[in-house]
Structure formats: C-alpha cells, structure tokens
C-alpha cells in the first residue's frame, strides 16, 4: 500500500529570500501601517506594540544577529531540500493556503484540492513602483523569465477528493487555475526553494487559513491529516508520499511561546495542546499554523527527526515571523 514516509513542516516568508540589510525595509512597512494582532489575537497599532515589546527584542535585530539568523534558515531550506530528495517521493501533498492568488471574497472555499495534471507557476509581476527589496523577497516564489507547468499526481488528487468526501469532508476542487497569477506563493515557495535538485509531482491543497469566517478550527485541521494518511494508505500501489506543511509560524508579530508550543506539541504528539488552539490567536500570518496542524496529523506514525527554530524580529516592536523548519520520518 501507499504510505506517507515523510512529514515537512517549512515556513515560507519573504524574510527568507531577505539580506539582514533588508529586514528595516520590511519593518517599514510594518510601521506604516500593515493590519497588525497582538499576541492575544486582538487588532493593535504598531505604536501599541512598540509601547508594549520586551526591550530585549531591539537586541535581537542588530545587524550580526540578523545576519546570523538569516544564515541559519539558509541552511534549514538546504536541509529540507535534501530531505525531500532523499525520501525518494513519488508524490508530495503540499498543505498551503491561498491570499487571494486564485480564490477571494466571490469564491472562498475552506479545503481546496487541485487535481489538473499540471500546475502553472509564472514569473513575478509587481507594479513599477514595487522597491528593489520587496521584488527580492517575493521573487523566491515564481520562476525567474518563463512560465513553468510543474506536475501534479492529479490521480492521487482525485482520490483523496473521493476518500476525503466518504469521511465528510467537503472538499472544493479545482482542474485549472483562473487567474493569470499562477500557483499561490505556498506553492510555489516549494517549487522554488525546496525542489532545487528535481521537481516531484504534487498535490496542492488550499486551505482558507486567512480569511475569516470559514476557516477550518485546528481540531477540524489536524482530523483532515489523520484522514489523508488514511486515504493515501487506501491508494493502490506502493508510492511512497509525502506531506508538506507551507507556511507559518507566528507572523507578523512573532510569539515565541505560540510557536514553541506547536513545536513541541507536533515532536510529542500531543495532538490535544494542537486541536485545543484558540482559534482567535490563528489570524493574519500565524493563520498558516494550520498548514502544520494538518501534517501533524498525517504524521501520527511518524517521529520527528528534527526541528530548529529561528524568532526572526525585524523591528523594536515585535514584528517579524517565526520560522519554523520540521521533518518527521
């Protein structure tokens, strides 16, 4: 039978295609006026945060603390790269969500899988008053001059739609994508930075992790990755498959304690600190926890091999993004 091998958990942001000299650009826009949350999920002004922040924080972005951090999630990618080439996939379900790539406020499904046999990835398209950095950041997403059609194991897609449906899932599908954009950044951010010595079929699954008010509750999402290991275990053949969480953690204000709770949950298993997560606190960026709360899921016969995680702040007031870099096997 089929069987999910390899568990990856891998967060995805611009900062990771940044400089340390770029990270003061990112916290300008953080400033200006970025839709911020606080720890406790509430609306708050970046002055409210910065009245707020542990003043130890402006130790950490010094200019060789960045500069280090930036250097130590350059080789996690690295090392994600090589786990996912030697786990000789046949096929790799990517758990990723959509901001407003392909789906919006006229058409927003909760789980989303796409089944076309191919997925188009297309070079960035920023307007022309897009800063030099922010093109940098955005760019470890697309391909560089050519549109690319990756692969998609799109048999093994319609067959977790059918197992998915028989355990009352309802899941939205998709054959071909609508908008000019291409395949959404937490896929891409795959294609590009995680695939660099050969490229593997995929599965994408889109969930709504953003976008309130229908996005799946962290029991619903890790109950979805016991089901898809179940349905890729009741798929023909001996494939072996594995399954990607994109995205994540704690963004655009970091929490460290969040964060190390996810960690430490998904190495225990202790599904329970995952499913009873306050839905409130899984808004803005640290909305794509979900993506790892479903691999944690897929994961429960697997061990965590390795972890590392990495607070990147960016600014005096907190804001930054937690990265977070996992391989269960």
């Not at 972005?61 to 250097?71: F, G, N, S, Y």
């Not at 969930?207 to 229908?214: D, E, G």
């Not at 953690?249 to 460290?256: K, M, N, Q, S």
Request: charged residues 25%; glycine residues 8%.
């Amino acid at each position: 039978m089929a069987e999910i091998v390899v568990g990856i958990g891998a967060s995805h942001s611009p900062l990771l295609n940044s400089p340390a000299e770029d990270y003061p650009k990112h916290a300008e826009k953080d400033a200006e006026g970025r839709p911020l949350l606080d720890k406790h999920g509430n609306k708050a002004t970046y002055g409210e945060l910065l009245e707020k922040a542990d003043p130890k924080i402006r130790d950490e972005i010094r200019q060789e603390v960045l500069e280090a951090k930036t250097a130590a999630c350059t080789r996690n990618i690295e090392r994600l790269d090589q786990a996912i080439r030697d786990a000789k996939l046949d096929a790799l379900i990517i758990i990723g969500d959509d901001q407003n790539e392909q789906y919006g406020d006229d058409n927003m499904p909760a789980i989303l899988i796409y089944r076309g046999k191919t997925i188009i990835n297309n070079p960035l398209n920023l307007g022309p008053d897009a800063p030099e950095f922010w093109r940098k950041a955005r760019s470890q997403y697309h391909v560089k001059d050519e549109s690319v059609e990756y692969p998609v194991a799109h048999e093994l897609a319609s067959h977790l739609i059918d197992e998915l449906m028989d355990a009352e899932f309802d899941i939205a599908q998709a054959n071909r994508l609508s908008d000019p954009h291409g395949e959404g950044h937490a896929f891409g951010y795959v294609h590009q930075r995680l695939m660099t010595r050969g490229i593997i079929p995929i599965v994408p699954v889109a969930l709504n992790t953003y976008f309130p008010p229908n996005q799946p509750r962290p029991a619903r999402c890790y109950k979805l990755g016991q089901h898809i290991a179940k349905a890729v275990r009741s798929w023909g053949g001996d494939e072996r498959i594995g399954i990607l969480g994109s995205g994540g953690l704690t963004h655009f204000v970091v929490d460290e304690e969040l964060d190390r709770l996810v960690l430490a949950a998904c190495k225990k298993k202790t599904a329970d600190k995952l499913k009873s997560i306050d839905p409130k606190l899984l808004n803005s960026g640290t909305s794509e926890v979900r993506n790892w709360i479903v691999v944690a899921g897929a994961c429960e016969h697997l061990d965590t091999a390795w972890q590392e995680y990495i607070p990147c702040y960016r600014s005096a007031a907190g804001t930054g993004c937690g990265m977070g870099f996992a391989v269960w096997n």
